[in-house]
């Protein structure tokens, strides 16, 4: 049984990721793993399932699934945000790595085993912020779409513009997801296609009445985590984890926080029926390095504003690489 899956979604359109200042004229480069759970979990209610997916994994000592941020990839490359203690590498005249936001896995791979990296070859795209082939395009880009408010009774016009992402033919956003056990992947593995299938028709993030945030069906790859994403290390002799995921510790995580490399963001939202903000919580970013006797887990809070009916969670599960720890040289 598949411990993961490694997902891509080829958007049909723009997308609109949200950043954390809200601003309407910028956009964020990745959907943020507690974006991407609730929009699962606003499908797991529209299947009809969402009381047992609660039950599974937010009110559960351990998730049955969690999930990585959406980072981009396009063909056969996967980007990502490489680990914060081997990144950026030493100086180079050719290259100026600090650029890079992203960077293929490959490189990470190279990175974790020891070896430099050959400055010939890279370029950073600073419409993606990667680290791209030289001579190549990176997978997306930023732009900004006007449109208007039309009063049909008044006959008032308010135009306003908004902040998306293009995608690169053959590009998209990539996951992974990793459940707990093959009796959690026998149970939610079918669940969980049916609702990316169903995210992929009603789409993720801002502007979904635009018909933003659509892709192709998605692509579904079964195997083991997390050789699905770094190929070749040696994850039993690892001490430090790289996050794939926003963190937030729970109380049996054993994190030595005197060590690692991480920096903190602080996430806000508001919640999608009323509008009402969401109380805002300082989550480790991705690409943090912890160093951690076992695995860190994570945990969910309840965001919900004052006198809400109900809950309203921010998943902060990590989703984590073992790898060695050690600094760039």
């Given at each position: ?29 990745i ?28 009110r ?13 990839f396009q ?6 945000v ?8 030493p100086?180079?005249?050719?290259v ?7 960077v ?39 732009s ?55 995210l ?24 083991n ?11 039993s ?18 994190v ?17 029926n ?20 076992s ?35």
């Amino acid at each position: 049984m598949p411990s993961g899956l490694l997902i891509r979604l080829r958007p049909a359109g723009p997308w609109r990721i949200g950043p954390d200042s809200g601003d309407r004229d910028r956009v964020d480069r990745i959907f943020h793993s507690d974006s991407l759970f609730s929009a699962i979990s606003a499908a797991m209610s529209r299947l009809g399932t969402l009381e047992e997916w609660l039950d599974a994994t937010v009110r559960a000592p351990e998730p049955a699934v969690r999930f990585s941020s959406c980072f981009p990839f396009q063909g056969d490359t996967l980007f990502v945000v490489p680990p914060r203690n081997l990144w950026p590498p030493p100086p180079s005249s050719k290259v100026r790595w600090k650029g890079a936001r992203f960077v293929p896995l490959s490189v990470v791979e190279t990175l974790v085993s020891g070896h430099p990296i050959a400055e010939e070859g890279w370029m950073i795209d600073g419409a993606s912020e990667c680290l791209a082939p030289l001579g190549g395009s990176g997978p997306l880009r930023v732009s900004v779409r006007s449109s208007a408010a039309v009063d049909r009774w008044g006959g008032a016009v308010a135009p306003h513009s908004s902040a998306c992402l293009e995608f690169a033919p053959l590009a998209g956003l990539w996951m992974a997801a990793a459940f707990a056990d093959g009796a959690a992947c026998e149970r939610w593995l079918q669940p969980l296609t049916g609702a990316l299938r169903l995210l992929a028709d009603s789409g993720f993030g801002g502007e979904r009445s635009l018909g933003w945030g659509s892709s192709e069906m998605p692509e579904i790859l079964q195997g083991n985590l997390p050789d699905l994403v770094l190929k070749n290390g040696d994850h039993s002799a690892s001490s430090a984890y790289w996050m794939l995921s926003l963190f937030h510790p729970s109380v049996s995580d054993s994190v030595d926080w005197q060590q690692g490399n991480y920096t903190l963001t602080t996430r806000g939202g508001r919640v999608e029926n009323t509008g009402d903000p969401k109380k805002p919580t300082r989550m480790i970013a991705e690409g943090s390095v912890l160093v951690a006797a076992s695995e860190p887990r994570g945990s969910a809070t309840d965001v919900a504003p004052e006198n809400s009916p109900h809950p309203v969670y921010r998943a902060g599960f990590a989703l984590a690489v073992p790898i060695p720890w050690r600094h760039a040289p």
